[in-house]
Each structure stands twice: as C-alpha cells, then as structure tokens.
C-alpha cells in the first residue's frame, strides 16, 4: 500500500487555502474542515448544519465507529459562517459541486 506524506510546510498549505478560495469555494471549505477537525471526508460529509452551529460537534466516525467530541475552532467557525447562513440545519453539510475545477 502507498502512502502519502501530510503537507506540513505552513506556507505551503497557505498557498493551497488561498488558492482553493479563489477557485473553488467548496474544496476550500473541505479543507479547511479537514485542516481544523482531522475529520476524513466520509465523516465530514455525514455531517449536517445544525451540527456546526455549536461549539462542538459530537459524532461517530464512519471508518473506525469510535465516538468523538471536535471542538469548533473561532477559526473554523468564521470560515464556516457564510455556509450555515444560508441553509437549514437539518441539511446535510455535503456541498454541490457545480463548479468545475
């Protein structure tokens, strides 16, 4: 099985985030979910709205099954907010990808 290295330069991962946000908003949020959760993106998706308002997000992991609690992050929650604003919570957060990248 092949593995693949994390990015662990912080600039290099300030270049794809801004990047991302010009380009395609949605790999941006994905990211940026990813970045500051350490969810995987089956469990991001599985995720709905109203479960990002809190200040936490409690929930199963679909590949290991293991319960955990992920505190939200001002950070995360800013980035975040333009998203929740506009749909309802029980929604499902998986966006649309109707840009092509």
Do not use: C
């Not at 990211?31 to 995720?47: E, P, W």
């Not at 479960?51 to 590949?63: A, F, P």
């Amino acid at each position: 099985m092949n593995f693949v290295q994390p990015i662990r330069d912080p600039d290099q991962i300030q270049q794809i985030k801004e990047h991302l946000k010009e380009k395609n908003e949605r790999n941006y949020i994905l990211l940026v979910m990813g970045i500051n959760t350490g969810l995987r993106i089956s469990d991001i998706f599985k995720l709905k709205v109203g479960d990002l308002k809190g200040s936490h997000i409690s929930m199963r992991e679909k590949k290991t099954g293991k319960q955990k609690r992920i505190q939200l992050t001002p950070a995360l929650k800013r980035e975040l907010r333009w998203y929740i604003e506009e749909r309802e919570d029980n929604e499902y957060f998986k966006l649309n990808n109707r840009e092509d990248y």
